[in-house]
């Protein structure tokens, strides 16, 4: 059975730069401007589980911390949701965002090679 990973916990913030500056004080790391192909927002690059913080939206991504964990085939696991009850709300070839059998968001991320 394979091990979950989290590979990023995002947080959506009101004041990124609060929000920011909470984050590099708690866990005394810098949160770094993402990479175009990483989405918008920041995060950390120095631990094996990312924080990241975006501008607070109206999706499940956008309003709640979500939980990112890691899988070999996004496309694969997107399938593997909808066969259990779960739902995709934002499917993508990297990442994706999802819904569980009892509504609670989460995200796929695409294991890096």
């Known amino acids: 059975m394979p091990d979950p990973r989290l590979s990023l916990v995002e947080f959506p913030a009101d004041d990124l730069e609060r929000a920011r500056a909470f984050w590099r004080g708690l866990l005394g790391a ?13 995060q950390t690059r120095t631990s094996t589980t990312a924080v990241g913080v975006h501008e607070r939206g109206r999706g499940p991504g956008d309003s709640f911390s979500l939980p990112y964990f890691v899988v070999a085939d996004v496309a694969e696991a997107l399938a593997r949701v909808e066969e259990l009850g779960g739902s995709v709300v934002h499917p993508g070839e990297r990442f994706a965002i999802c819904k569980d059998s009892e509504g609670s968001p989460f995200g796929l991320a695409l294991e890096p090679q």
């Open 30 to 42: 810098e949160l770094q401007p993402r990479s175009g192909d990483e989405g918008e927002g920041w």
